[in-house]
């Protein structure tokens, strides 16, 4: 059985380039980053109060980066708004009411963001 099969199957899957294993810089570059999705799509920035206990949740989503990036974004935003956070499955989760803050900053960096 070929490792490459599986490899061949989650990237048709997810719609993702297919490397070898040996990384080059022209398929690190093929991954979207925030720079190129600056102003194509919409990000939607969404308060949620149901399931965590009465508390609220900024949740930042329309997201189409690499795990990396948003992590790094992940990162700004909860300095910017100084409270605490998470990032993960393409979404961006600020805890509190931080919506204006997060609208700003996302709209100061080039992204096209709406407040739902």
Do not use: Y
């Not at 297919?18 to 810089?25: A, I, L, M, P, S």
């Not at 990162?75 to 961006?92: D, F, M, P, Q, T």
Request: glycine share 12%; hydrophobic share 35%.
């Amino acid at each position: 059985m070929d490792l490459q099969d599986w490899k061949d199957k989650l990237g048709a899957a997810f719609d993702l380039p297919v490397t070898d294993g040996n990384t080059t810089d022209e398929t690190a570059t093929q991954t979207p980053n925030a720079l190129e999705q600056q102003g194509k799509d919409m990000i939607d920035i969404v308060l949620e109060k149901k399931g965590r206990g009465g508390k609220q949740a900024t949740i930042v989503t329309g997201l189409h980066i690499d795990d990396e990036t948003l992590k790094e974004l992940a990162s700004e935003l909860k300095r910017h708004c100084g409270v605490g956070g998470s990032a993960r499955g393409g979404e961006i989760l600020i805890q509190g009411d931080a919506r204006s803050k997060v609208l700003a900053l996302l709209k100061g960096k080039g992204f096209k963001a709406r407040i739902i």
